[in-house]
RNA sequence: GGAGAGAUGGCCGAGCGGUCGAAGGCGCACGCCUGGAAAGCGUGUAGGCUCCAAAAGGGUCUCAAGGGUUCGAAUCCCUUUCUCUCCGCCA
C-alpha cells in the first residue's frame, strides 16, 4: 500500500511507475475517490462538532432540571445527517481501499525498465561443471536412485505433488538444517510459524487481494495455506511498535509452501521445479528505513553464500519493473545453474519491500529519542527453496553412472555420507 | 464439542447512559531537592484520520472488532474474534 499524500503530491511519478510495472489501477479514480473521502471528512466532522458542543448543552440543560423535548428533536435530525454522511463515507472509503491494495509497489531508480526481457544479470559465481557425458535430468537420477517418486504422490494427493524416499528424504532434511543453521549463525533468529493463516496475513504480506486465486483455502475455517513462511514472518509483529533500539530484527523459517499455481497448466510439468507443495528456508527482516536497500544487498548476499558453501554455480539477477514481486520495490532473484536444462532456474527471490508490507500491517518503529513511531521496511528472501536446491545438487553432483555426489558442507547432515547410490530393491 | 468468565492507556486497575481519551497506582521522561544517589515533591506521559503552505493550533474518531438502540454509549442490545477456567476428545 502507497501513501495516499505520497502519491497525491507526486502523480506523475506514480503514474509512471505504475505504467512500468503494468499495473492496471485507474490512478484518477484512486486519487478522485481519496479526494472525496477528505471532503466528506471535513463535512461529516463539522456537524459531529456541532453535535458534541449540542450534547453538552444538553446535560447542563438536564441538570437545571429544563425541558430538552424540543432540543432533542432538533438534534435527532442532525443526527440523521452525520449518519448519512457517514455511510458515504464508508462507501467510498471501501471503493478506495479496494483500489489501494490492488497498487503495486513503486520500483527503485536502479530497477531496469520493462517486462521479463528486461532482467539484468548482476553476476555469475561459480563455473558450471562440464560433463564428459550427457547429464540427466534430477527427475530420472531420482527416479533411478530410487529417492524420488512421482507416481506414489500423485496417487496420494494429485498431480505437481511429490514424495522422496530414504536418501532422497534425508536430503532434503539435511538441507532444512543446513541452511536453518547458517541462517542462525548470520543473526537471523530461528522461528516455527503457523502453516494456516487468516485472511488479514495474506492481506499485509501483498497476497490478497490480488492473488487469492493462487492461494489454497480452507473455507469452513477462513484459512490459507501459505504460499511461503513470509507471510506468517511479515505478520509476526502485525500492528506493533518495535521499541527504540529492537530493530533490525531478522528471522529465518522452515515451512512447506502451498501453490495452486493457477494457470501455469503446461509448465515445468517434470520434475521438482513447480509443485502445488514444496519445502522453504526463509530470511526476514525489519529494518530502518534508511538502511533498507543496504539490507537488499545484505540479505542477497547471505542467499548466495548458502549457494556458494554448496558449490553450485549461479547468478544474480535484477528483475524489471514488470517483473518484480507485487509488494517490492527491488528484487534479486539467484539463479541456480541445471546441466540438465543447459540454463540457469530461479531457486532464491530476494525482495525490499520498502515500507509497503508495514503499512498494510501497521508495523512500526521508534527511535532513540525519537517520538512519533514510523513504519519499518521490510525485506524477504529465500534462502533457500529446498527442492530446487536438492534437485540442483542432484544435477550437479551426479556422475556417469548415475550416482550423486554429496557436497562437503551437507555431508556432516548425511551422517558422513559422501555419495547417493541406489537404493537395494 | 459442552458449560462458564473475561477483553479499558506501556503495565495494573476504576468507571450511576451525559461534562470520560477515560480516576488511581506502577513504570517512564524532565525538573526541584542532594556532595551524589534513594526517598520526597512537581510537571508531563496513546494512536489514527483530517483542516492549515508549514509550525502553532483546531476538528473528529478510537475503551477487542463490527453492527444496533439513543439527542448522547467504555457503560444497554446483537454478532464475531481472542483469552482464561472446568468437562469431553486428542498427537
Request: with cysteine; net charge neutral; proline share 5%.
Amino acid at each position: 500500500m502507497l501513501d495516499p499524500k505520497y502519491v497525491r503530491e507526486h502523480q506523475a511519478e506514480v503514474r509512471k511507475a505504475l505504467e512500468d510495472c503494468k499495473s492496471k489501477v485507474d490512478l484518477s479514480l484512486y486519487l478522485d475517490l481519496e479526494r472525496r473521502r477528505r471532503d466528506l471528512m471535513v463535512s461529516a466532522d463539522k456537524r459531529k462538532a456541532r453535535l458534541n458542543q449540542a450534547s453538552e448543552e444538553m446535560s447542563r440543560l438536564k441538570k437545571e432540571g429544563k425541558d430538552i423535548t424540543e432540543y432533542r428533536s432538533k438534534l435527532s435530525e442532525l443526527s440523521n445527517e452525520i449518519k448519512t454522511v457517514d455511510a458515504e463515507i464508508t462507501a467510498v472509503e471501501k471503493d478506495f481501499h479496494e483500489i489501494e491494495l490492488q497498487i503495486c509497489n513503486l520500483p527503485h531508480e536502479s530497477v531496469p525498465v520493462g517486462g521479463e526481457e528486461a532482467n539484468k544479470e548482476v553476476r555469475r559465481v561459480g563455473e558450471p561443471k562440464k560433463f564428459d557425458f550427457k547429464p540427466k535430468p534430477h527427475e530420472e537420477l531420482g527416479l533411478t536412485l530410487g529417492i524420488l517418486d512421482f507416481e506414489k504422490a500423485a496417487k496420494v494427493a494429485g498431480t505437481r505433488f511429490f514424495s522422496l524416499a530414504g536418501l532422497g528424504a534425508k536430503l532434503e532434511r539435511a538441507l532444512v538444517n543446513f541452511m536453518l543453521d547458517q541462517n542462525s549463525q548470520k543473526g537471523y533468529q530461528e522461528m516455527v510459524v503457523p502453516h494456516l493463516v487468516n485472511y488479514e496475513s495474506m492481506e499485509t504480506s501483498g497476497q490478497f487481494p490480488k492473488f487469492i486465486e493462487q492461494a489454497f483455502a480452507i473455507e469452513k475455517d477462513k484459512l490459507y495455506l501459505i504460499p511461503t513462511s513470509e507471510v506468517p514472518l511479515a505478520n509476526l509483529h502485525r500492528g506493533e511498535t518495535f521499541p527504540a533500539g529492537s530493530i533490525p530484527k531478522k528471522y529465518t523459517a522452515y515451512t512447506p509452501c502451498y501453490r495452486r499455481e493457477a494457470g501455469s497448466y503446461g509448465k515445468d510439468t517434470k520434475g521438482l521445479i513447480r509443485l502445488h507443495q514444496f519445502n522453504k528456508v526463509e530470511m526476514f527482516q525489519f529494518v530502518e528505513p534508511e538502511k533498507s536497500m543496504e539490507a537488499l544487498d545484505q540479505l542477497t548476499a547471505d542467499a548466495e553464500d548458502l549457494l556458494k558453501k554448496l558449490g553450485l554455480p549461479y547468478r544474480v539477477v535484477v528483475l524489471a519493473t514488470g517483473d518484480k514481486s507485487f509488494s517490492s520495490v527491488k528484487t534479486y532473484d539467484l539463479e541456480v545453474w541445471l546441466p540438465s536444462q543447459n540454463t540457469y532456474r530461479e531457486i532464491s527471490s530476494c525482495s525490499n519491500c520498502t515500507d509497503f508490507q508495514a503499512r498494510r500491517g501497521a508495523i512500526k518503529f521508534k527511535r532513540e529519542g525519537g517520538a512519533k513511531a514510523e513504519l519499518v521496511h521490510t525485506l524477504n528472501g529465500s534462502g533457500l527453496a529446498i527442492g530446487r536446491t536438492w534437485l540442483a545438487i542432484l544435477e550437479n553432483y551426479q556422475q556417469a553412472d548415475g550416482t550423486v555426489l554429496v557436497p562437503d558442507a551437507l555431508q556432516p547432515y548425511m551422517g558422513g555420507l559422501k555419495m547417493i547410490v541406489p537404493a537395494k530393491p
